[in-house]
């Protein structure tokens, strides 16, 4: 167990830092990426589900879930839900360290950075407009759609994209929800992925940094639960060919 756990961990550190970076990169003051915009993030975001699962698969985890509402949908349809706590302990874990490296990476831009709310941004997901019933809808359709389309993506019909071809497409998923779906809340589809670095905002030295926002953060996290728990419903009273 501990070596898919390690893969969990590495996986979700590295999808962390690409997604979490792309945003910083996007938003900080005199980064040279600055203003690239929605495609650029949402680019970034789908590049590092690859290399995620790419890292999680190297490691030990062959699964390379990154994600609570993964594991869990793994958990509802088999019916084995030993892994759900130990992987998912995991995968906050590599996201909050994720988070840390983004942090040290762009070490000199947080001071540049006047505006609190696009330091948060970066950690942590926000809704466009505060809609507690409507931000909760998004994420937990946008979340059933990656479960839908991950079942998609790897169910035996699809042979062929058993392999990388099958880890790209999944990068593809992820790009498609956030370019389609992700305007609302700024998808985090991943409890994991606001989680664990919400909490490394409220803990790091952060300059001009403001409030984390903890009273929407259970939006993030129990709405991605939910649409992967409606996600395995549908597919086990849908007919499959």
């Known amino acids: 167990m501990w070596q898919t756990c390690l893969g969990e961990f590495l996986g979700t550190c590295v999808l962390i830092y690409f997604g979490n970076?792309?945003?910083?990169?996007?938003?900080?003051?005199?980064?040279?990426?600055?203003?690239s915009g929605w495609i650029s993030i949402t680019t970034g975001w789908a590049l590092g589900v690859v290399f995620g699962i790419l890292t999680a698969k190297t490691f030990g985890s062959s699964g390379a879930h990154l994600n609570p509402a993964v594991t869990l949908s793994v958990c509802l349809q088999n019916g084995d839900f030993t892994k759900l706590i130990p992987y998912s302990i995991s995968q906050i874990l590599g996201a909050?360290?994720?988070s840390f490296l983004v942090y040290l990476h762009h070490l000199?831009?947080?001071?540049?950075?006047?505006?609190?709310?696009?330091?948060?941004?970066?950690?942590?997901?926000?809704?466009?407009?505060?809609?507690?019933?409507?931000?909760?809808?998004?994420e937990m359709l946008g979340t059933l759609m990656l479960i839908f389309g991950i079942h998609v993506i790897f169910h035996a019909y699809h042979e062929p994209l058993n392999g990388m071809l099958g880890v790209l497409m999944v990068g593809a998923l992820v790009w498609a929800?956030?370019?389609?779906?992700?305007?609302?809340t700024g998808?985090?589809?991943?409890?994991a992925r606001d989680l664990g670095p919400r909490l490394l905002?409220?803990?790091?030295?952060?300059?001009?940094?403001?409030?984390?926002?903890?009273?929407?953060?259970?939006?993030?996290?129990?709405?991605?639960?939910?649409?992967a728990s409606l996600a395995v419903v549908l597919l086990k009273l849908l007919p499959v060919l």
């Open 21 to 35: 970076g792309v945003v910083a990169g996007a938003l900080l003051e005199r980064s040279k990426a600055k203003a």
């Open 96 to 98: 909050s360290f994720g």
């Open 108 to 138: 000199p831009h947080w001071k540049e950075t006047k505006d609190s709310g696009l330091i948060l941004a970066i950690h942590s997901t926000d809704p466009a407009i505060d809609h507690p019933i409507g931000n909760f809808l998004s």
């Open 177 to 184: 929800i956030g370019l389609s779906m992700g305007g609302t």
């Open 187 to 191: 998808y985090a589809i991943n409890p």
């Open 201 to 227: 905002h409220t803990i790091l030295p952060i300059p001009n940094k403001g409030p984390s926002n903890w009273k929407y953060s259970w939006i993030p996290i129990l709405a991605p639960l939910c649409g």
